[in-house]
């Protein structure tokens, strides 16, 4: 598997002379797998104006584009690039679109094809050139031929959010954002008035089988791209409860289930290059000679080969 990163940042694309290094486009992931003329998209952020343009300039002439863009959640920033995404207005081209619903009457071809419409795009979704079809998912684990399996798991988002295990040939690689760990949501100082003894410990419990479930599921990961938007000083401060997970819970984690290398990711469009590079900076020479893993941030243009 090859992974190449488009869109890095969380939140809003955030250009400018303070994201050129680490990138200013919002969520978009590229999958490709040997031997296969296949693409795999994962999020349709702002970065995936980019990847379409690139599309078009190397895999046009190879045939007919068939392309699965998985969507993590339907947050805007995780979705805005659609419009902009030059392969659906090229005839022949086969677009499935995957992710999950909330609990909105409409369904994903609706929440995100409403984009094109005359009020927000000059393009209609019903002038599109391109077939597209769209699929909800579930947590369940997807065949996707060519020995290629992906399975779902539901994350901590204020908004319906999936994670992503890509599976090929004895290679993982996963996505874990937006989220952020699950915390008991009951009193547990007995001195609170709305103190429960039993919804307390019921609380803990519970969040930490969550947080442990979603250990199991990066569990030895050859990648794991991992939300890692605040520091833990910013997040226990004012973000509890925003979706998003700090540095140092992201490393722990990720060590804890033994994967072999972490990348920071949906950095906060506040941050800037030098703030990014001073923290991984830091993070490496934290864990230095107490783990094998590897740790850096995601950065657009980035490859991987797994």
């Given at each position: 598997?090859?992974?190449?990163?488009?869109?890095?940042?969380g939140s809003?694309?955030?250009?400018?002379?303070?994201?050129?290094?680490?990138?200013?486009?919002?969520?978009?992931?590229?999958?490709?797998?040997?031997?296969?003329?296949?693409?795999?998209?994962?999020?349709?952020?702002?970065?995936?104006?980019?990847?379409?343009?690139?599309?078009?300039?190397?895999?046009?002439?190879?045939?007919?584009?068939?392309?699965?863009?998985?969507?993590?959640?339907?947050?805007?920033?995780?979705?805005?690039?659609?419009?902009?995404?030059?392969?659906?207005?090229?005839?022949?081209?086969?677009?499935?679109?995957?992710?999950?619903?909330?609990?909105?009457?409409?369904?994903?071809?609706?929440?995100?094809?409403?984009?094109?419409?005359?009020?927000?795009?000059?393009?209609?979704?019903?002038?599109?050139?391109?077939?597209?079809?769209?699929?909800?998912?579930?947590?369940?684990?997807?065949?996707?031929?060519?020995?290629?399996?992906?399975?779902?798991?539901?994350?901590?988002?204020?908004?319906?959010?999936?994670?992503?295990?890509?599976?090929?040939?004895?290679k993982s690689?996963?996505?874990?954002?937006?989220?952020?760990?699950?915390?008991?949501?009951?009193?547990?100082?007995?001195?609170?008035?709305?103190?429960?003894?039993?919804?307390?410990?019921?609380?803990?419990?519970?969040?930490?089988?969550?947080?442990?479930?979603?250990?199991?599921?990066?569990?030895?990961?050859?990648?794991?791209?991992?939300?890692?938007?605040?520091?833990?000083?910013?997040?226990?401060?004012?973000?509890?409860?925003?979706?998003?997970?700090?540095?140092?819970?992201?490393?722990?984690?990720?060590?804890?289930?033994?994967?072999?290398?972490?990348?920071?990711?949906?950095?906060?469009?506040?941050?800037?290059?030098?703030?990014?590079?001073?923290?991984?900076?830091?993070?490496k020479a934290?864990?230095?000679?107490?783990?094998?893993?590897?740790?850096?941030?995601?950065?657009?243009?980035?490859?991987?080969?797994?």
């Amino acid at each position: 598997m090859k992974i190449k990163f488009w869109g890095v940042r969380g939140s809003i694309p955030c250009p400018g002379p303070d994201t050129v290094e680490y990138g200013g486009n919002t969520a978009c992931l590229e999958l490709r797998i040997e031997n296969s003329n296949r693409i795999i998209i994962i999020d349709a952020g702002s970065g995936i104006r980019a990847l379409g343009d690139s599309i078009m300039k190397n895999d046009l002439a190879k045939g007919p584009l068939k392309i699965d863009i998985f969507i993590t959640h339907t947050h805007w920033d995780h979705i805005m690039g659609f419009p902009f995404f030059t392969p659906i207005y090229i005839p022949g081209t086969e677009i499935n679109v995957y992710g999950p619903v909330t609990y909105e009457d409409e369904g994903l071809d609706r929440i995100i094809g409403d984009q094109l419409r005359y009020r927000y795009f000059p393009v209609k979704q019903s002038e599109l050139s391109a077939s597209i079809n769209y699929h909800p998912l579930k947590e369940r684990t997807l065949d996707l031929g060519d020995g290629l399996f992906v399975t779902t798991k539901y994350l901590n988002h204020p908004i319906l959010c999936l994670g992503y295990r890509f599976e090929y040939r004895a290679k993982s690689f996963c996505t874990a954002y937006d989220t952020e760990p699950f915390l008991n949501l009951f009193p547990t100082d007995p001195s609170d008035p709305g103190y429960d003894e039993v919804a307390a410990i019921e609380g803990e419990e519970v969040a930490r089988e969550e947080n442990e479930k979603l250990l199991q599921f990066f569990k030895g990961a050859d990648l794991l791209v991992y939300d890692s938007q605040y520091t833990k000083e910013e997040y226990e401060s004012s973000r509890k409860g925003w979706g998003h997970t700090n540095f140092e819970f992201a490393l722990n984690s990720a060590h804890k289930a033994r994967v072999k290398k972490l990348l920071f990711f949906h950095h906060d469009p506040l941050r800037t290059d030098s703030q990014l590079s001073e923290l991984v900076k830091t993070y490496k020479a934290r864990i230095k000679g107490k783990t094998s893993m590897e740790v850096d941030a995601a950065r657009e243009g980035m490859e991987i080969d797994l």
